[in-house]
């Protein structure tokens, strides 16, 4: 600003020029005088448009509405909650830009005890300019150094002390110990810092400098330590204002408001970084010359221009300026503009705080401008004082008028006229210039007249408040150790998976040769799978999956059609007497029957039997053992198909001829096989899990003929029951086995289908609750029920789709007690038990595949799977991850997965028209 810029009426602009030499007329200086202080002045109007236009920033900000130059950035701090009280413990904070060119340690015990407190010890260690000036690593390098400096004299021990990191600045926060730094403000400027995360730098600098005793836990804005720091005695701080080189505000906003986050419930704190208000230009019509002046010659010139009008970094500058002016235009210090006047940054924000302090008295005031090697009249002390109440006026009613925008935001964001809350305030302008807070107070009861505002000023600058913000990141990375060693054993590797992979094939070996084997390797007597040409009428049952069904297949020129009901299987029924069972399924065949219109047709009947059954041939089956929740007595070791003759048999006037009976694998690699003939593999992950897949017969035990193939039903859900799967067995899946009917057998099932997953989920949901991770440690009776969590909740809760809202839903429904992070935690464990099951599924498919393949003596192979079951078909990355994997250990494969439509009633049919051909064929 030369000093021939305006001075007096139509100063804005006006070419009046006024030298020492002719100063103007006393009563002319007066008026030019005022005019001059009166650009600071800002009218109510003035107040209130800015109040709107800044909460009209503030919610476009906070839809990510933001446009290239951001007026307001609204940046969420990853503090959820407001402190408990119950935080305890020893932290070091790092203070670093609340204070500009110093930054300050405190080491602060927290008890844990409302109301009682320890005050905490701190020191302050000034920053060097060129370090704040200079290459980012040497600001944190020089941060390092004081922190082990004022560590050397403290009772560390061999501990690892949890440090905060109270960091001044707007950054991208995406944890609470991850934030990226995206512009300095308030005299820094250093560089390789912006867009990167600031606790990494400072892990960095720790590291280098070979500070072993601290780990930084959590990187927290001032205003959030303010806010924070509020003793919670006095009721809930729910804004944190600070007003010290820089100016700045944070309050607690409604998640749902939050565009950034995907979170509906609960709220979290905001930090509003209002300092870049105007940056777009909306407080023209306050700026003066001065404070153009001012930002032309900062280090951020066009940015901060809020925070330039309030911050105590700038109010010192902006009265030198107006005191340089009005004395080159004569109207003060007769004219003399020593260098000290002239020059940058010779006022600070004590000296204004001085030299406006109604109590400082003119001999003190003259003492001050003296030493700043002015040489004041009396005279000038009243205008210098004016000068200095004009700027801190208009920087305390435009920080009312933000804090008023705030105040608005938060009547919107909860939907309330009247409001009642606290401001927690921090920082030297509001210490240091008592007006200030006065007219702070004054102008928000103006401006928002609705909101009853308690001022409660922190009493350690937020140092507390940043160690509450550390032992909750303290607790929560606590927590995060606990979780992941609670889930490492689900976290299955390449290696594992290739050794599971190795046994499976061995045990299937084994089986084949008819050695013992946890994998019985049944031959199902399938020799081909459909070649299209079948015809008839079938009737179809369909038992063992999540529903019995009774199907209607009629299979012609044009393809296959199905009329299928679904009945119930009681669990009375299903662990009653096996009479009982199978007199059901002829209830269910007959009402089906007369539904149908087929009473008294004698249809060739296909079974499809989901459990390991030895087939002594087509229509043969001896159950081996029950799976799946079933029980029922008096079956096992019986021929199935006989059971059910004899049930047709006790029913009157009922005829059917049961042709075949079929595993639901087979059922489903039939089916499949009608649509695509490359399918020679059944997969089923549902209830259970089980596959078979065309062997060649001269690799089958047991069964005459070593031409052809026959279709082998592998029953790895028994897989490991000898021990020799390697994968390794968690306490959860122990409680699942031994809450099971059916302990210690079915291993590979309960690792990996619908029956188990649910189970397993929730005993480790219990192991975390009891850590006190998940639900504040808080008991939860509901989850001590069995099966409450449904294997389908893991489906919904890992959907992409899904919010985590809706993953909340889910879990409040079970009438769980949850936080946002516990939603989180719950996914988390749902991810890994689902993940595993994946894996292994993908690791048995490969083992069958590669056995194919070098049955075959094939370089590549490729070949289809047919797959049925809810849990495969519902979960949302289920199915990619078995792919995944099954892509990685048989690289030689070309596997294209085939969900079957229709269940493997239509397989069974078809096995049973392939049977009925054949037998025609024999006949003629
Ligand atoms: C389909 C098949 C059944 C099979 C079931 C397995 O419904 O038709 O034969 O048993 O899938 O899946 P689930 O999830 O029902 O156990
Ligand atoms: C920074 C804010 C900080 C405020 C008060 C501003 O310059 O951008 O992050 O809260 O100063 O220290
Ligand atoms: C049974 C298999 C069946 C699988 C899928 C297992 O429990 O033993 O026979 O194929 O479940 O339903």
């Known amino acids: 600003m030369d000093s021939s810029g305006p001075v007096g009426p139509g100063c804005r602009g006006g070419a009046l020029s006024a030298r020492p030499e002719c100063s103007p007329h006393p009563s002319d200086s007066t008026q030019l005088v005022q005019e001059c202080l009166k650009q ?48 305890q413990g020893d932290f070091v904070v790092l203070e ?77 926060q995406t944890g609470l110990d991850q934030s990226t730094l995206i512009s300095w403000t308030k005299g820094f400027k250093c560089s390789d810092v912006e867009g990167q995360d600031v606790v990494r730098l400072l892990r960095e600098a720790l590291k280098r400098q070979g500070v072993t005793s601290l780990s930084v836990v959590a990187v927290v804005n001032d205003t959030v330590g303010t806010m924070m720091g509020c003793d919670p005695g006095l009721g809930p701080c729910e804004v944190g204002l600070v007003v010290d080189t820089g100016t700045n505000a944070c309050y607690m906003e409604e998640a749902r408001h939050v565009a950034a986050l995907d979170e509906d419930r609960g709220r979290v704190c905001v930090s509003v970084e209002w300092g870049s208000f105007g940056d777009d230009r909306a407080l023209g019509l306050v700026l003066t010359p001065f404070d153009h002046a001012l930002d032309l010659e900062s280090l951020n010139p066009g940015a901060q221009r809020f925070e330039k009008l309030i911050g105590g970094l700038y109010l010192g500058e902006l009265v030198r300026l107006v005191l340089a002016h009005l004395a080159q235009h004569g109207l003060l210090f007769g004219g003399c503009t020593p260098p000290a006047l002239l020059s940058r940054g010779t006022l600070g924000l004590e ?85 200030f807070r006065s007219l702070l107070q004054e102008t928000v009861m103006l401006l928002a007249p609705e909101c009853s505002v308690t001022f409660i000023p922190s009493e350690d600058g937020g140092g507390r408040g940043v160690a509450v913000v550390t032992a909750v990141a303290a607790r929560l990375a606590a927590h995060r150790c606990l979780l992941e060693e609670t889930l490492a054993p689900f976290r299955l590797d390449q290696e594992q998976l290739v050794v599971v992979q ?124 029950w799976t799946k929740g079933f029980n029922a007595s008096d079956c096992e070791g019986q021929d199935v198909v006989t059971l059910l003759r004899e049930a047709i048999g006790r029913r009157q006037a009922v005829e059917l001829n049961v042709v075949a009976i079929v595993n639901d694998t087979v059922g489903t690699m039939m089916s499949c096989g009608y ?78 289908s619908g029956m188990y997953l649910g189970e397993i989920v929730r005993h480790i949901l219990l192991h ?42 889910i879990l409040e429904d079970l009438g769980l007690p949850l936080t946002s992070d516990d939603a989180l935690v719950v996914r988390e464990v749902c991810q890994a038990v689902s993940r ?15 056995k194919i393949r070098e049955n075959r003596g094939l370089e590549e192979l490729a070949v289809t799977v047919g797959v049925d079951g809810t849990l495969y078909k519902l979960h949302p990355h289920f199915s990619s991850l078995v792919a995944d994997t099954v892509r990685a250990l048989a690289p030689r494969c070309a596997v294209t997965f085939l969900q079957s439509e229709d269940g493997s009633g239509k397989g069974a049919a078809l096995v049973t028209a392939v049977a009925c051909r054949l037998a025609q064929m024999a006949r003629v």
């Not at 950035?73 to 935080?87: D, F, K, Q």
């Not at 440690?777 to 992409?800: A, N, V, Y």
Request: aromatic residues 6%.
């Open 96 to 172: 670093l830009g609340a204070t500009g060119a110093s930054l300050r340690v405190l080491w602060v015990t927290l008890t844990g005890t409302e109301g009682s407190r320890v005050e905490p010890r701190s020191r302050e260690f000034v920053i060097p300019p060129d370090v704040m000036l200079g290459p980012g690593q040497q600001l944190f390098d020089f941060a390092a150094r004081c922190l082990a400096e004022f560590l050397e004299a403290l009772p560390v021990h061999s501990r690892t002390l949890p440090l905060g990191f109270n960091f001044s600045f707007p950054c991208h």
């Open 351 to 435: 000296h204004v705080a001085e030299l406006q302090d109604p109590s400082a008295g003119t001999a003190r005031v003259l003492t001050v401008l003296q030493s700043l090697g002015l040489s004041p009249g009396a005279s000038d002390v009243g205008l210098v004082q004016s000068v200095c109440m004009a700027v801190s006026t208009r920087a305390a009613r435009l920080c009312a008028t933000a804090l008023a925008a705030v105040l608005g935001r938060l009547q919107h964001s909860r939907e309330q006229q009247a409001l009642q809350l606290s401001v927690a305030t921090g920082g030297r302008v509001l210490a240091r210039l008592p007006r």
């Open 836 to 850: 595993r099951a994946a894996q292994l599924c993908g690791a048995g498919v490969a083992a069958v595949v590669e």
């Open 40 to 87: 600071f002045e800002v009218t109510e109007a003035q107040l209130r448009q800015i109040q709107a236009s800044l909460l009209g920033s503030m919610e476009q900000a906070l839809l990510g509405q933001n446009g290239p130059a951001p007026a307001v950035r609204m940046l969420p701090a990853y503090v959820g909650s407001t402190p408990h009280g119950t935080e």
């Open 768 to 809: 975390l609750n009891s850590l006190g991770v998940l639900f504040r440690g808080q008991q939860t009776q509901r989850l001590q029920s069995r099966d409450i969590f449904k294997t389908k909740f893991l489906s919904e809760i890992e959907s992409d789709s899904l919010a985590l809202r809706q993953v909340r839903a």
């Open 502 to 625: 190795a046994q499976m094939r061995e045990a299937m070996a084994q089986g084949l040769r008819g050695e013992a084997s946890s994998l019985r390797m049944l031959p199902t007597y399938v020799r081909a799978t459909p070649d299209g040409s079948e015809r008839g009428d079938f009737l179809a049952l369909d038992l063992g999956g999540t529903h019995f069904r009774v199907l209607l297949v009629r299979v012609a020129a044009g393809g296959v059609q199905i009329t299928s009901q679904v009945y119930a299987i009681p669990e009375q029924v299903a662990q009653g007497t096996g009479r009982q069972l199978f007199d059901h399924i002829v209830d269910c065949i007959v009402d089906f029957q007369q539904r149908q219109g087929l009473s008294g047709q004698s249809l060739p009947l296909g079974f499809t039997f989901s459990f390991p059954c030895r087939q002594l041939g087509l229509d043969q089956g001896i159950l081996l053992t």
């Open 675 to 752: 649509e695509d003939h490359r399918c020679e593999v059944g997969l089923i992950v549902g209830t259970g899990t089980n596959a078979c897949y065309m062997e060649e017969l001269q690799n089958v035990a047991g069964v005459p003929g070593d031409s052809g193939r026959m279709c082998i039903n592998m029953e790895w859900g028994a897989f490991g029951d000898d021990g020799r799967l390697s994968v390794p067995s968690t306490c959860f899946d122990a409680s699942v086995d031994r809450a099971s009917i059916n302990p210690g057998k079915q291993r590979f099932e309960k690792l990996i």
